[in-house]
């Protein structure tokens, strides 16, 4: 593919679709958000309204990483604080696809129904890839921002329209639009996180005290394989317990399972042979964590399981 020509196609059917009209777009800080707010400024400027919905699930500092960074490359992003939405649309669910709706609902509804009708914007800019309409069509998981696909009228459900940029795209694709646009490294080569977050780290109920036993593990597990070169890395909470031992005493405690995969394009993913030590000092950091006394290592390919737990 010719990605310099996408580029300046996406930008031209931008504006055509756009016209004087104000658009939004929510920015999480992962490449697909990323190119498609970069690709949404270069096409209508200012008219563009950029935001990162803080909505409790997200890493360690990351709302103010990714709006520190857009603003140095001349893009002001808003920060919302919804927290309280999603962590109470979530509160008491443990079913999968229930988690998936429930952000679902609380994202495009209650949220952005609210940005949208202060703002006055008639479109919204998704980060839909393929693999996302690839995954929601055939019944795999639900991806967040999947709409149009499964039937949903965002215009009328919500009030405005959706633009998808990048949905013939997967991720190298991706990656390869975001170094024409001269996207940072640390954009363009992050690895992938999902747009309901931590939630989908955490199996079972999402409560404040479970998200914080993840987000430490993943702090943790990035910061041991940010140099392997894989595709995606992560730390997962489960929602079984195991019997274990803490200063001499029996507790009943928290299990953590790391996955480390290679992959071009999230279709198909195979775990990363990390070397025994590496292996040991994750394990120790993270059965550090209070309350965490086990810590796996996931070996299952892609298929038959998928990238993420939940």
Not at 21 to 35: K, Q, R, W, Y
Not at 86 to 95: H, N, Q, V
Not at 121 to 137: N, S
Not at 229 to 244: C, E, P, R, S
Request: charged share 25%; proline share 5%; net charge neutral.
């Amino acid at each position: 593919m010719n990605y310099k020509a996408f580029v300046d196609e996406q930008v031209a059917s931008i504006q055509a679709s756009v016209g004087n009209h104000l658009a939004i777009n929510a920015l999480s800080g992962g490449v697909d958000s990323s190119v498609v707010t970069v690709l949404g400024h270069r096409a209508v400027g200012d008219r563009l309204k950029t935001v990162f919905v803080e909505n409790g699930l997200m890493r360690r500092g990351e709302p103010e990483r990714v709006v520190h960074l857009f603003s140095g490359m001349g893009i002001p992003v808003r920060l919302v604080d919804a927290k309280k939405e999603f962590l109470g649309a979530l509160r008491g669910l443990t079913d999968p696809e229930e988690k998936r709706n429930a952000i679902t609902r609380t994202f495009y509804s209650t949220v952005f129904g609210k940005l949208v009708r202060e703002t006055g914007a008639k479109y919204l800019f998704h980060g839909t890839i393929l693999t996302d309409i690839e995954e929601t069509v055939a019944g795999i998981k639900r991806q967040h921002n999947i709409l149009a696909q499964i039937g949903i009228d965002p215009e009328k459900e919500y009030g405005y329209q959706v633009l998808e940029p990048l949905k013939t795209l997967r991720k190298d694709g991706v990656r390869e639009v975001a170094n024409i646009l001269g996207l940072p490294p640390e954009i363009s080569g992050r690895i992938p996180f999902p747009g309901p977050a931590l939630a989908t780290r955490i199996v079972g109920e999402v409560t404040e005290e479970r998200i914080a036993t993840v987000r430490e593990a993943t702090s943790i597990v990035e910061e041991e394989l940010e140099n392997t070169g894989a595709f995606q890395y992560m730390a997962v909470l489960l929602g079984d317990k195991a019997t274990g031992m803490i200063q001499g005493r029996r507790e009943f405690g928290q299990i953590i399972v790391v996955r480390c995969i290679h992959s071009v394009d999230a279709r198909a993913a195979t775990p990363v042979e990390l070397p025994w030590d590496k292996l040991k000092r994750i394990c120790e950091r993270i059965t550090a964590i209070k309350g965490v006394n086990r810590c796996l290592y996931d070996l299952t390919p892609k298929p038959p399981a998928t990238i993420e737990y939940i």
